[in-house]
């Protein structure tokens, strides 16, 4: 009726969206035959210039993309909205593999990229491309509260694990056509991205197909070094190690395949460096065999110099057995600059005064002259100098965290330090204090107006940290804060999952008490209770399956908890205690031989 009364049928609304795009959206067949039938455009756009085709390939209406295709202009397939992204990249990015497949029969060319530099196979390789579909994204989250549900009911984007077989097979597709090297604006390649967020399959798929190991981003880092900075050493997909025929963790995938361990970054680590830096023995012991020289210095400091800084003794003796250097091993005093802070070039080229007071206070809370540290922070509270940080992001309270110092933590935050000011890796005053195990500290923090859940680069919260290092008074701390008890990592790690890992039974049922979801599993399908499972550690067991957690629940390749008791070798103890727990009242040995006596 209102066509026929001269209705413009072309008309959008305030967002640009014309009846033809809405009709396509809210996948109403019948109305957009109807309008294409009074010629409405199909290739127009909405205000960014998205256009019905592309929202379809968003929604994976597979048959109004073959419509639409058949009816639009020569070349819509290709048309870009605002951000560069293609109809193809939409269909990558939210897992439509229909639709995907459909596209690239009618495309020749794969591998076009947005403004970004990202390609189709780097969308469908990366989960969390955040700043290059904000724009788009921002439209679910305004308006008539419309758009989000729909999204969520039609995109496969939220139904599929990360590395599900449909997300497989897209990747396969799109390499029989696409260059496997691409690199976008800042020289990541597809392989450095799903390193970036631990694809295993991803990157599978990816070196068995020739995508180059070594390829260097602009910053001169490589996908193994990402793979190493990345890897969350608790992840359990690598703990709990991988079934039969399925993919082995990415870094010995890279191994395989040539990575090089002793290619350095631009500031001059490489990944056994940088695994040697962070003290983490899991990753020194896999990649030890394949280093070069286990001397080699790192601003000035050799691997074993900084493992017995951080004071680990087994990746000391693993260094010593593998031939490094004793002699000449020079102490690092905490007056020297770090060298997880910045390089001599960096002080050398201070000559800003205001930034040299700054350093200088940044230096004072790493030793215990006190004396020099109180009129240090006059001059930098008088400045406005208080939150200046090094190359690496680290500022003085920080440091002041990061070496226990309550006393000067105290003078730092009442002379206005920020609780919130991070490094260059998302870390906060918090998080270290979480980390370094002191209480008085975390309670001067959360006096302050501070985000108890704020998380790291790799989406580590303060309770997950204080989790992971067993801190069970920091862990109550916390709680009593309102922290999220079911805050996930970028891996989809719990606190739940991190203390059953751990075997923190005490924290294991704290944060069952204060409502831990004992069945909510990581990005791999993994839950606490096939973690315990897995190591055997009958005490978790217990309280798991006390609060009732689900025995038959499956990972993502199917396993049970029962599957990966049986994998550690725990079988019998982990039927028996199921077993139990199955009985009426749940009876044991012990009220049995109770009964009978």
Not at 346 to 356: C, D, F, G, Q
Request: glycine share 6%; hydrophobic share 35%.
């Amino acid at each position: 009726m209102l066509i026929d009364k001269g209705a413009d049928i072309n008309l959008g609304d305030t967002n640009g969206k014309t009846p033809f795009l809405w009709a396509c959206i809210l996948h109403r067949k019948e109305v957009a035959k109807l309008l294409m039938e009074h010629g409405a455009d199909v290739n127009q756009a909405s205000n960014d210039e998205s256009t019905p085709l592309f929202w379809c390939s968003v929604m994976g209406f597979q048959k109004f993309v073959v419509l639409l295709h058949e009816q639009g202009a020569e070349g819509s397939l290709s048309i870009s909205n605002t951000d560069g992204k293609t109809p193809l990249m939409a269909a990558c990015y939210f897992r439509q593999q229909e639709i995907v497949t459909y596209l690239l029969q009618h495309l020749e060319c794969v591998d076009e990229s947005d403004n970004e530099g990202w390609t189709p196979l780097m969308e469908a390789c990366f989960d969390n491309d955040i700043g290059s579909w904000d724009r788009f994204l921002d439209q679910f989250d305004t308006g008539d509260g419309l758009l989000l549900p729909l999204l969520q009911n039609e995109s496969n984007r939220f139904l599929l694990y990360n590395d599900s077989p449909g997300q497989d097979s897209i990747i396969k597709q799109l390499l029989s056509k696409a260059d496997a090297n691409l690199q976008d604006m800042e020289g990541k390649s597809a392989l450095y991205h799903a390193c970036e967020w631990q694809y295993n399959r991803a990157v599978n798929i990816l070196t068995e197909l020739g995508a180059n190991v070594n390829l260097e981003a602009k910053d001169k880092s490589t996908p193994l070094m990402e793979a190493c900075f990345m890897e969350d050493e608790d992840t359990l997909q690598v703990l709990m190690e991988t079934p039969s025929g399925s993919c082995r963790p990415i870094i010995e995938q890279l191994l395989n395949k040539g990575a090089d361990v002793n290619s350095t970054d631009e500031n001059g680590w490489n990944p056994f460096g940088f695994s040697c830096r962070t003290g983490n023995s899991n990753m020194i012991h896999r990649l030890i065999e394949f280093t070069n020289n286990v001397n080699q210095t790192y601003h000035g400091y050799t691997p074993l110099q900084m493992a017995e800084k951080s004071g680990n003794d087994e990746i000391v003796s693993l260094l010593i057995q593998k031939g490094a250097n004793q002699t000449e091993n020079t102490e690092l005093v905490s007056s020297d600059e770090s060298i997880y802070d910045s390089t001599d070039s960096e002080t050398e080229s201070m000559t800003n005064a205001k930034i040299v007071k700054g350093r200088s206070l940044l230096q004072a809370c790493r030793n215990i002259n006190e004396h020099m540290f109180t009129s240090l922070l006059q001059e930098a509270a008088s400045e406005n100098i208080l939150n200046i940080s090094g190359k690496k992001g680290k500022t003085p309270l920080l440091e002041a965290c990061r070496y226990k110092n309550i006393s000067k933590v105290e003078n730092l935050l009442e002379a206005g330090a920020s609780v919130n000011k991070e490094d260059i890796n998302r870390w906060t005053p918090l998080l270290e204090a979480c980390k370094v195990g002191e209480k008085e500290i975390v309670l001067l923090i959360l006096k302050h107006n501070v985000d108890v859940d704020k998380t790291d680069a790799r989406g580590y919260s303060p309770l997950l940290i204080a989790c992971k290092n067993g801190y069970k008074d920091i862990v109550e701390i916390l709680l009593s804060h309102q922290a999220d008890a079911n805050i996930t990592n970028n891996a989809g790690i719990t606190p739940l999952l991190v203390a059953c890992t751990k075997q923190y039974t005490d924290i294991v049922q704290l944060l069952i008490y204060k409502g831990a979801n004992i069945n909510q599993s990581d990005a791999y399908g993994n839950t606490s209770l096939m973690v315990a499972g897995f190591y055997g550690y009958k005490q978790i067991i217990e309280v798991l399956l006390t609060e009732e957690a689900d025995i038959d629940q499956r990972d993502s390749k199917g396993w049970t908890a029962l599957s990966w008791a049986t994998k550690g070798g725990h079988a019998n103890t982990f039927v028996k205690m199921a077993y139990i727990h199955s009985l009426p009242e749940c009876q044991t040995d012990d009220d049995n031989t109770d009964k009978q006596a």
